[in-house]
């Protein structure tokens, strides 16, 4: 059953997306543990740092569930971007410093996730991007998150092809802080969580406040274009009918 573990070392949350079965795709259940642990979180004096990260070596977080998705319709989409527009928030707003330790794919609602956190740390074999326009769904607010980190041009080549960057290609664009050998990636997203909760505390959340104040306008904006966007593709059936072959193949290929 796919879940959101918590283990708090050091006073360093560390929280998993554990489905590695689907390389950690969330669930809508997933996503709203989410958001109520990071709020949590944020208000718990036992805890003064956040480490996402996801379970195993594969992936840490390949988006959606697609078995979710195949049976969304138009009248699902406001519900679903409430809940990911929640889940964004409960980042961005949180006042302690929130690492992402990328440890495999990284791809769709789960690369913005990344995204929205204070800095990631990769390894070479991580691969990260918005694939959503393969399965037939509209790339609105990655497109938003992608821009603000890298410009038009690149923006336009990922969201249009769906292509995944790899590891050096992200860093390279500013995307990733720090690849390190996989087995590093965690327990120095650990360290570089305490060394930011050491910064003088009212200073660091003063700052995380503006990040946030410069980016909800455009992200709110994103979210109310991908409404309309998202129940079109929706009430077309495209990424029902694209989640549905790719969930019978990968059903076929385990008989």
Same mark, same amino acid.
């Given at each position: ?13 560390? !929280? ?7 390389? #950690? ?11 109520a642990k990071l709020d949590e979180l944020d208000r718990s004096p036992d805890v003064d740092g956040i480490v996402l990260? %996801? $379970? ?10 697609? &078995?979710?998705?195949?049976? *969304?319709? $138009?009248?699902? /989409? ?5 809940? *990911? ?8 707003? #949180?006042? &302690? ?5 990328? #440890?495999?794919?990284?791809? =769709? ?11 990631? !740390? ?13 399965? %037939?769904?509209?790339? !609105?607010?990655?497109?938003y998150l992608t821009w603000q980190s890298v410009g038009l041009s690149k923006t336009a080549e990922m969201m249009l092809?769906?292509?995944?960057? $790899? ?6 664009? =500013?995307?990733? +802080? $720090? ?5 590093? /990636? ?16 009212? +200073? *660091? ?37 694209? +989640?549905?072959? *790719? /969930? ?8």
């Amino acid at each position: 059953m796919p879940t959101l573990d918590l283990a708090v070392r050091d006073r360093i949350a560390i !929280i998993t997306l554990n489905n590695p079965a689907a390389l #950690n795709a969330w669930t809508q259940d997933m996503q709203d543990d989410m958001a109520a642990k990071l709020d949590e979180l944020d208000r718990s004096p036992d805890v003064d740092g956040i480490v996402l990260t %996801g $379970e195993g070596d594969r992936a840490f977080c390949a988006g959606q569930d697609l &078995k979710e998705v195949a049976s *969304f319709t $138009e009248n699902h /989409v406001e519900e679903w971007l409430d809940r *990911f527009r929640r889940v964004y928030d409960a980042v961005l707003s #949180n006042s &302690k410093p929130v690492i992402a330790a990328l #440890n495999g794919v990284t791809a =769709g609602s789960g690369y913005q996730l990344a995204l929205l956190c204070d800095l990631r !740390i990769a390894h070479a074999g991580v691969r990260i991007g918005q694939p959503e326009v393969r399965s %037939g769904i509209p790339s !609105i607010t990655g497109m938003y998150l992608t821009w603000q980190s890298v410009g038009l041009s690149k923006t336009a080549e990922m969201m249009l092809t769906g292509r995944l960057l $790899e590891a050096q290609e992200a860093a390279d664009l =500013g995307m990733i +802080a $720090e690849i390190l050998p996989q087995d590093e /990636v965690l327990p120095r997203s650990i360290a570089l969580a305490k060394e930011l909760a050491a910064l003088p505390k009212h +200073a *660091f959340s003063l700052t995380k406040q503006r990040i946030r104040a410069t980016l909800m306008p455009g992200l709110e904006d994103a979210f109310a274009a991908a409404l309309d966007a998202d129940k079109q593709a929706y009430g077309d059936g495209e990424p029902q009918r694209t +989640a549905d072959d *790719f /969930v019978s193949k990968k059903g076929a290929k385990q008989e």
